[in-house]
Each structure stands twice: as C-alpha cells, then as structure tokens.
C-alpha cells in the first residue's frame, strides 16, 4: 500500500470541487489526480460503504451531486464487491502456480509420455524420432500456455490460437493423434496435480470450478486435434 502525496496539486483540485465536506473532496481530488481507478470510501454521505464504478465519467466542476447509479450502496454491495476481489485473487493464484511451472508440468509429462511409448521413439526403429519428440515438446509447451491464457480470460475462444498447423504438423512427422492425446491427458493430470499441492490462499475444494474449467480447456484442445 502507498500513500497518495497531498500537495499543492491535491488542496487546490479539492478546493475547486466546492464541496462541504473538504475531506472527501480531497480524496476525490487524489483520486483524478492521480488517475486511480476506483475509490472505496466511508466518507460520503450517501452511503456507509461504497465505491465509484467509472471516475472518469464524474464531472469536475460539479462534484457536489455524483450520481446515484456511480454507487454501489449498502453493506450487501460492498461484501459482493469483496467476494470478486477473492475470487480474482484465487483465479490469480490458480494461474500463477500454472505458469511458474510450465517447465516442470511439460517435463514430467513429457517424460512418462517417452517411457509409456518409448517403442515410437525408439532412434534404431524410428529415424524421425528426435523430431517427433521436440515436436511433442515444442506443441506441449504452446498448449499449456493457451490454455493458461484462457484461464486467465474465462475465455475457450482463446485455444484456437495455439490450434494453428499442429494438425499438419503431426501429419507431416507422422505423429498419431493417440499420441497427442496422450500427452495432452498427462498434461491436465500433472498440472491438476501440481495446483493441488501449491493452493495456499483457500482449502483445496474451493478450486474445484477452476480445476473443473482447466480441464474443459484440456479436453477442447484434444477434440481439436482429432
């Protein structure tokens, strides 16, 4: 947390606002001055608690009458406006432990994935098996970070950005689509997995629609593919 500076800027910007209550007026006048997005507040009197939805829509030469629907009133609203910070924060959280271990999430899929079929890369068997392995771990690495990517967003549309030529790709090595989903189901178990043991800001059932979700992006991914 930082202190917002109150400097000449602030007391005359406040001063301009004419409003009978200088203190909110100061805060409303750190708040444009300083660009911030929203404001949650007991200052105001129109309400115990609330926060301004959009303060670029607020007039600054007529602070003194804000509009009703800028508010959310009422405790209820502000334990509702809680209650998503807590969910952004677990959404955060989920995605984090994702991506800071990409690495080891292809790794060691990757690996029971060439045990459990090692006779396919098999060098004596297969001349092209150094290029179907660094294909599987080239795509692995792309699938995984889109579908972080709509974790993030909420949004399945974005896994048809890493879909893009990995069909022709697997045709051109000859890589079968039993393989690939092979190596896609490993992935999903392994990160659920990995997620599972690193939660840390809510028991673990309390992920189950984000686990729920990241395996529906898993899966629309291999159905993709085949």
């Keep these: 947390m930082k202190v917002c500076p109150i400097d000449d800027t602030i007391l005359e910007k406040a001063s301009s606002f004419n409003l009978p209550d200088f203190d909110a007026a100061v805060q409303l006048a750190c708040a444009t ?3 911030f997005d929203y404001i949650i507040t007991g200052k105001f009197k129109y309400s115990e608690w609330f926060f301004i939805q959009d303060l670029s829509d607020i007039s600054q030469s007529n602070l003194s009458v804000v509009p009703p629907d ?4 009422g405790r209820s609203s502000f334990d509702n406006f809680v209650l998503g910070i807590n969910e952004a924060s677990k959404l955060l959280e989920f995605v984090n432990i994702i991506v800071s271990n990409a690495g080891k999430i292809i790794a060691d899929s990757a690996n029971i994935l060439f045990i459990k079929h090692s006779q396919v890369f098999e060098l004596d068997s297969n001349p092209y098996a150094e290029s179907q392995m660094a ?3 080239h795509d692995m690495e792309i699938i995984l970070r889109y579908v ?4 993030f967003l909420h949004d399945s549309s974005v896994i048809d950005g890493c879909l893009n030529g990995l069909c022709e790709n697997y045709q051109s090595l000859g890589i079968s ?3 690939v989903i092979a190596a896609i189901q490993l992935m999903e ?3 659920i997995n990995i997620v599972n043991e690193s939660i840390s800001i809510a028991p673990p ?3 189950s629609s984000l686990i729920f979700e990241l395996s529906g992006y898993f899966e629309q991914v291999a159905a993709a593919l085949t």
């Design 33 to 35: 001055v300083m660009e």
């Design 205 to 207: 059932n309390d992920y």
């Design 189 to 191: 178990k392994t990160t």
């Design 70 to 73: 800028k508010f959310l009133s």
């Design 135 to 137: 294909a599987c771990l």
């Design 148 to 151: 972080s990517y709509a974790m």
């Design 177 to 179: 689509y039993d393989l």
